[in-house]
């Protein structure tokens, strides 16, 4: 058996959502964005000019551009062509041989293409996190929510939230970012992780939820001043200096003016003069807490 050619269908639509067990909230310094199996071999299944196919690439490319303008991580996955027989094994029995060495059918399609700060993941069975170093990654980065989007929404999109559920990961599954065989198989992924596993959400909500002001604490400074370093927080002592890791005047004040949008009374010199995660700490989360009373 091989993948079937699949007809257009209306996305979900937020009437449609089924009601989900959980109120968790996406929370962008705890998240990623997983974008999944986003390649040409799997989309040219579906029929030309698909309309669904047209809306899934738009709700995920503007999902991926709220996501990186928080800071978020984008991981993609991607399956490898002309995989060996030992390595493809069992799936070889219920979708054939997958895909060869034809690299426009392999890439991830041309509107997302990823960027030299996303992690791309090669992909050799239906969840993401099996045989990668995904689960480690986020541990490591102190990341404990994943969102999900592509394709195909009840195989390698809702298995992977079962895995990340199973490894008390927060999954998320963005209804109308999401794509599958039939409408039928669509809402049957989305009722399985509503039940079982997942918050399924739309992409209008995902996007109030990213936009809202996250809490000041501790962990979302080292978060943001990593982010902007490009590093992992866990290669920040709270006692370095931030400037000898490579934080210059410019992102410096990015990150004033970030935090007096949210206002907070701090200006350049109070950081410039005690420039430790540990200052910071102690100077910005007083000032938060009395803009919140």
């Not at 989900?20 to 986003?38: C, E, F, Q, T, Y």
């Not at 195989?155 to 559920?165: D, L, R, S």
Request: hydrophobic share 40%; charged share 25%; with cysteine.
């Amino acid at each position: 058996m091989s993948i079937p050619k699949i007809l257009s269908y209306p996305m979900p639509t937020k009437n449609e959502l089924p009601a989900g067990k959980v109120s968790w909230k996406a929370d962008p310094n705890r998240a990623v964005l997983l974008i999944h199996d986003m390649q040409q071999y799997f989309l040219d299944f579906y029929e030309n000019d698909s309309q669904l196919i047209t809306q899934l690439v738009d709700n995920i490319s503007t999902i991926k551009q709220k996501c990186t303008e928080q800071g978020m991580p984008v991981i993609y996955t991607a399956q490898p062509g002309n995989q060996k027989a030992e390595d493809r094994a069992l799936l070889t029995d219920f979708w054939g041989p997958g895909l060869d060495d034809n690299t426009e059918q392999t890439k991830i399609i041309a509107r997302l293409t990823p960027t030299d700060q996303d992690i791309v993941q090669t992909k050799w069975r239906y969840s993401a996190f099996k045989k990668s170093n995904l689960l480690e990654w986020m541990k490591e980065n102190g990341k404990d929510q994943i969102i999900i989007c592509g394709v195909y929404a009840h195989i390698g999109c809702i298995v992977t939230a079962v895995e990340a559920f199973m490894n008390d990961i927060q999954p998320f599954i963005v209804a109308d970012a999401m794509a599958d065989f039939s409408q039928a198989h669509h809402h049957e992924a989305l009722i399985y992780g509503a039940e079982r596993c997942a918050r399924p959400l739309m992409m209008s909500q995902l996007l109030d939820e990213l936009s809202l002001e996250q809490k000041l604490s501790a962990k979302s400074i080292k978060n943001k001043v990593a982010d902007l370093l490009d590093v992992s927080p866990q290669l920040l002592s709270d006692k370095e200096n931030l400037v000898d890791s490579g934080l210059d005047s410019i992102r410096m004040m990015m990150l004033v003016e970030d935090w007096r949008s949210q206002g907070i009374d701090i200006n350049f010199m109070e950081l410039a003069e005690a420039p430790t995660l540990e200052e910071w700490y102690s100077r910005l989360i007083p000032k938060y807490e009395q803009v919140q009373q």
